[in-house]
């Protein structure tokens, strides 16, 4: 019995070395390949948004998060220009929960921000259970995501440190240039219809609003103004959703909060994104929001945030 134990135990102990070994040589690759900086030039992927790891500890009160939606309808440099918000735009395209909260993650780091607002077309845009493994094993290990870094690696890359110096100069926005008017006629029509959320992006929601709860940040839901994403349907679902969980929902298509786009003139693709005049009227309307209901400070006139004047005016300038 005894040589039977021993027999097991040092088979259980040479399985743990070899995936210690495994996991160290994984973890010295995926030192390697990471980008040593977060701009395209070193290899990082998604630029713009990884730019908020260049932003100052602490600077950042407003993460705006989502997929195409809402970097092209909310505008970071008028948020400062008109209320004197600090954001930083998350939004990639076609952005689905599982990169949503990876993306969260990483401005966690180094910001605590009052609020997060989470537009709410990517709820709907499902991903698979394989799809949330590959995504966890591209943030635990770099190496999963820049496999293919190796045909350009540099010495630096075996000895330079990971920094990020870097920050996108609009704070994530693109604003988009150019009009394509939208057919409006049976958008937001009365419905009682409830668009139903994934399970997997409604278990997602639920962790990504427990990260928001540790960091003492406000989740908060918003649908902006599109003619081809959003409809009733999708609003009543997102409604409950948000009455369940307890969260803030504004929804700028229609009630209340609605932003009066005009959408022949305001929108650049037929519906789909909001070019550069509807975006202004949007960030205007978030901007009050953002002041009046969730209080965030006004920084204008402090010099430590002097470096956001300087972005908006050069901004303006183009």
């Not at 932003?55 to 705006?64: F, H, K, R």
């Not at 991903?127 to 540099?154: C, M, N, Q």
């Not at 409604?202 to 959003?230: D, F, H, Q």
């Not at 409809?231 to 504004?250: P, T």
Request: glycine share 8%; proline share 3%.
């Amino acid at each position: 019995m005894m040589k039977r134990m021993t027999r097991v135990l040092s088979g259980l102990l040479r399985v743990a070395l070899s995936a210690a070994a495994t996991v160290a040589v994984l973890a010295a690759v995926s030192y390697v390949l990471t980008p040593k900086n977060n701009q395209a030039a070193f290899g990082q992927r998604d630029e713009r948004v990884h730019g908020i790891a260049g932003e100052p500890a602490g600077s950042i009160d407003v993460l705006l998060m989502g997929d195409s939606e809402i970097f092209t309808s909310v505008s970071p440099l008028q948020l400062w220009d008109e209320r004197g918000i600090t954001s930083y735009s998350l939004g990639t395209n076609g952005q689905k929960l599982i990169y949503t909260r990876s993306l969260l993650a990483l401005a966690l780091r180094k910001q605590s921000p009052r609020v997060v607002v989470l537009e709410t077309n990517c709820l709907f845009r499902p991903f698979t259970v394989g799809e949330a493994i590959l995504r966890v094993g591209k943030d635990v290990l770099p190496a999963v995501e820049y496999h293919d870094r190796w045909k350009s690696l540099t010495v630096e890359d075996f000895i330079a440190p990971v920094r990020a110096t870097w920050t996108d100069e609009g704070k994530g926005f693109v604003a988009k240039r150019g009009t394509r008017a939208a057919d409006a006629s049976g958008y937001m029509a009365p419905s009682d219809e409830v668009a139903e959320m994934p399970l997997l992006n409604r278990l997602y929601l639920e962790e990504i609003e427990r990260m928001c709860e540790r960091a003492g940040a406000r989740l908060v839901l918003l649908s902006t103004p599109s003619t081809k994403n959003w409809n009733m349907a999708r609003h009543n679902g997102v409604e409950r959703v948000a009455s369940e969980l307890g969260l803030d929902y504004i929804d700028l298509n229609v009630g209340e909060h609605r932003v009066g786009v005009d959408w022949a003139k305001d929108s650049y693709d037929a519906g789909d994104h909001l070019n550069a005049s509807g975006a202004r009227k949007v960030s205007t309307a978030v901007g009050a929001l953002l002041a009046e209901r969730y209080g965030t400070p006004d920084h204008r006139g402090d010099g430590s945030y002097s470096s956001w004047a300087e972005a908006s005016s050069r901004a303006r300038d183009k």
